[in-house]
Structure formats: C-alpha cells, structure tokens
C-alpha cells in the first residue's frame, strides 16, 4: 500500500508561482511511476504531469508544457510540481498519484487527498 500527502496548494494571482510537494510513504526510487492529476469544478480528472520510475523521464500535458515541471527528491521520498505562470484555468484540485508502469504507460493505482489550487484572474 503507498499512501501519497499533498501540501502546498493554496490562492495565487494569475501570472503566479505555486509548488506541490507531495510525501510518499515508499522510497521514490522504487518501481513507482509518479504524477500529477487534477480537478476542476464541474470537469473530468485530467492527467498533469509524470516522472517514470525507470529513467526518470518525465512528461506532461499539452496545457502546462512550458509552464510546470515535475520532479522528485528521492532522498525525502517526494515528488514536487513547480506551477509557474499560473492561469486562471489552472484552477482544480490537484492529486499526486503512484502507479506501475504498463509497457509505454502506467497504471495509476494510488491517490492522495488532494490539494486546492485556486488562481485568481
């Protein structure tokens, strides 16, 4: 069982910086892949952003590239995403996630509470 802690989310203007960490309760080098999804009121869960366990390659959708990256320090057993530039649209409640990889993609298995993030125009 891996069980994921969120924190940093929060209200920022629009233009803004936010960082999510979020604690996993087994070693980030092991086989997990990591990520990111989020929420918005009214909308489906959407993929955000993922670091593969094998390579550490990371990958993310096509509405944050350029703006988010995600990382992880191994030593802390964390995953953070960076948030920068910051939109409005970027409003949702933002989940960590832990899965094995499945060939080419992962199997999400894990989800963490969730953080608000709430960017003001």
């Known amino acids: 069982q891996v069980q994921l802690v969120e924190s940093g989310g929060g209200l920022v203007q629009a233009g803004g910086s936010l960082r999510l960490s979020c604690a996993a309760s087994?070693?980030?080098?092991?086989?997990?892949?990591l990520g990111w999804f989020r929420q918005a009121p009214g909308k489906e869960r959407e993929f955000v952003a993922a670091?593969?366990?094998?390579?550490?390659?990371?990958y993310g959708a096509d509405s944050v590239k350029g703006r988010f990256t995600i990382s992880r320090d191994n030593a802390k057993n964390t995953v953070y995403l960076q948030m920068n530039s910051l939109k409005p649209e970027d409003t949702a409640v933002y989940y960590c996630?832990?899965?094995?990889?499945?060939?080419?993609?992962?199997?999400?298995?894990?989800w963490g509470q969730g953080t608000q993030v709430t960017v003001s125009s």
């Open positions: 670091i593969r366990w094998r390579n550490s390659n990371t």
């Open positions: 087994v070693r980030t080098s092991s086989s997990y892949d």
């Open positions: 996630v832990a899965g094995s990889p499945v060939g080419s993609t992962t199997s999400w298995s894990y």
